[in-house]
């Protein structure tokens, strides 16, 4: 737009298609370059203008502005580039969270692996008797009596080969540290 070209008086340049066209060729180019100097992002600052160009004509009928047209672009655009940084800023910070979180059910998932293999070798080295009783009772969720039949024992039995076995574990698990 050269100087001597005018614009119409903003109600007027909403009204018109033309008008609100040549006011959009003329401001879209400045209104780029200082939202870019907000947001540091070519990409952002385009969508930024377009979308307040976007938002002044369809909301055309409810706008009134008494001040010159240029401010108002400006500071709307700036208002816009503000808005935009909050929110990216929000969202790295939901990232940032994210990937703690992430890492701490790796970390998590990982040291419970680690437990059952350390658990699964403390297992192996039970007496035989010992670790059958032991996974009837832990794993396959048997009952002490249920396991006295089907060894052909006492319940008394079984409970104290559960109780050295359990005993026997947490040492074992100590002793490689896997508490």
């Not at 047209?69 to 990232?95: C, M, P, W």
């Not at 396991?147 to 052909?152: E, F, R, V």
Request: net charge negative.
């Amino acid at each position: 737009m050269r100087k001597n070209d005018k614009i119409e008086s903003f109600p007027n340049a909403l009204d018109n298609y033309s008008s609100f066209q040549q006011l959009f060729e003329s401001y879209y180019g400045r209104l780029c370059a200082y939202v870019f100097s907000l947001t540091h992002n070519h990409a952002a600052s385009e969508d930024i203008v377009q979308e307040l160009f976007i938002r002044l004509w369809n909301d055309r009928a409810r706008i009134s502005i008494q001040e010159n047209i240029l401010a108002y672009l400006f500071r709307a655009s700036r208002n816009s580039a503000l808005n935009y940084l909050r929110g990216e800023a929000n969202r790295d910070k939901q990232i940032k969270k994210l990937n703690i979180q992430d890492s701490m059910v790796d970390r998590n998932f990982l040291e419970e692996e680690e437990f059952v293999s350390f658990l699964e070798d403390c297992i192996d080295d039970l007496p035989e008797r010992c670790q059958q009783v032991f996974r009837m009772s832990r794993f396959e969720g048997c009952k002490q009596a249920e396991i006295a039949d089907q060894l052909g024992t006492s319940v008394k039995t079984i409970k104290n080969q559960i109780w050295k076995s359990l005993q026997y574990l947490r040492t074992c698990l100590e002793a490689k540290d896997a508490f």
